[in-house]
């Protein structure tokens, strides 16, 4: 099975040769490795952010990270926030 993200790529394209000659079974695992690789993104985007914005000074302490992120980005639009860190 494939583990790095070039080998998930590499799969998903032959699902999707496979997909074209009429070959639909591989399309459940290909979907499969394209949330993996989506997921993976998503994490890494928002541990970036997270760490720009704990050097900028903006990034809001005792907040998960993607909570954190979420709402600075909400505050920079100009959209306040009234939540509070956990104690």
Same mark, same amino acid.
């Given at each position: %099975?494939?583990? @790095?993200?070039? &080998?998930?790529?590499?799969? #998903?394209?032959?699902? #999707? !040769?496979?997909? +074209?000659?009429?070959? #639909? &079974?591989?399309? *459940? !695992?290909?979907? *499969?490795? +394209?949330?993996? #690789?989506?997921?993976?993104? %998503? @994490?890494?985007? @928002?541990?970036? %952010? ?18 954190? +992120? ?5 505050? %920079? ?11």
């Amino acid at each position: %099975m494939p583990e @790095t993200t070039y &080998e998930k790529l590499e799969w #998903i394209h032959f699902a #999707i !040769q496979e997909a +074209v000659r009429g070959n #639909i &079974e591989e399309l *459940e !695992q290909a979907l *499969e490795f +394209v949330e993996d #690789i989506r997921e993976s993104y %998503m @994490t890494t985007a @928002t541990e970036e %952010m997270a760490k720009r914005l704990e050097k900028a000074g903006l990034l809001i302490p005792l907040l998960e990270p993607e909570r954190a +992120v979420e709402l600075a980005i909400k505050c %920079m639009k100009g959209g306040g926030s009234d939540e509070r860190p956990r104690d």
